[in-house]
């Protein structure tokens, strides 16, 4: 999904699907139409982030950026290009919340929430997997479930506010349920 944020940049987000994968944005790094004016494309230049889900509700976007964090040339990424072609390390590195398959992010123009669909994941809880978190509830998820979120300093800033919007499967099985609207 691509929005472009009250100041011109772009920012797009997108999930690794697969299992205990990651959620992702990148910002642009100028108002879309200044990049395109110097035959730039608004990606070719940014900031990429991965999410990271807190317990209480909150949730922030963690950069993957060359020499922040422990993303140096000592744990082996050598430069930006490095962590970019190795952002599911990157994103392990940085501690960000692995998913059950984030697959699919819109975004309501009305209201600015965002909505990730997350498929299924058979293996979180087994032996050397992740267990599970506030925002993969199931250790057998064979149903999925949807979070939404809203960015609380607008589609550039770095922490949001989450719930799950849907937990999907047989309500008469108690594994389903929905948030409210």
């Not at 011109?8 to 690794?16: I, T």
């Not at 070719?44 to 982030?49: F, I, P, V």
């Not at 976007?61 to 990157?90: I, K, M, S, Y």
């Amino acid at each position: 999904t691509c929005v472009t944020a009250s100041d011109g940049r772009v920012v797009v987000y997108s999930g690794d699907d697969e299992q205990f994968e990651y959620i992702y944005k990148f910002v642009s790094a100028d108002p879309w139409k200044k990049m395109l004016r110097r035959g730039e494309s608004p990606l070719d230049r940014g900031t990429l982030y991965v999410a990271k889900f807190e317990a209480d509700g909150t949730g922030n976007w963690l950069p993957l950026v060359h020499g922040t964090g422990p993303l140096t040339e000592a744990n082996g990424f050598a430069d930006q290009a490095t962590v970019c072609v190795r952002t599911r390390q990157a994103g392990d590195a940085v501690g960000a919340t692995k998913m059950d398959r984030p697959e699919w992010i819109a975004h309501d123009d009305r209201t600015g929430m965002l909505y990730v669909t997350l498929t299924n994941n058979t293996r979180r809880g087994a032996t050397g997997q992740p267990g599970t978190d506030e925002a993969n509830p199931r250790a057998v998820n064979n149903y999925g479930h949807i979070i939404r979120w809203s960015e609380t300093a607008g589609h550039t800033g770095t922490t949001f506010e989450w719930d799950i919007f849907i937990l999907a499967g047989d309500p008469a099985l108690g594994e389903a349920k929905a948030g409210t609207v």
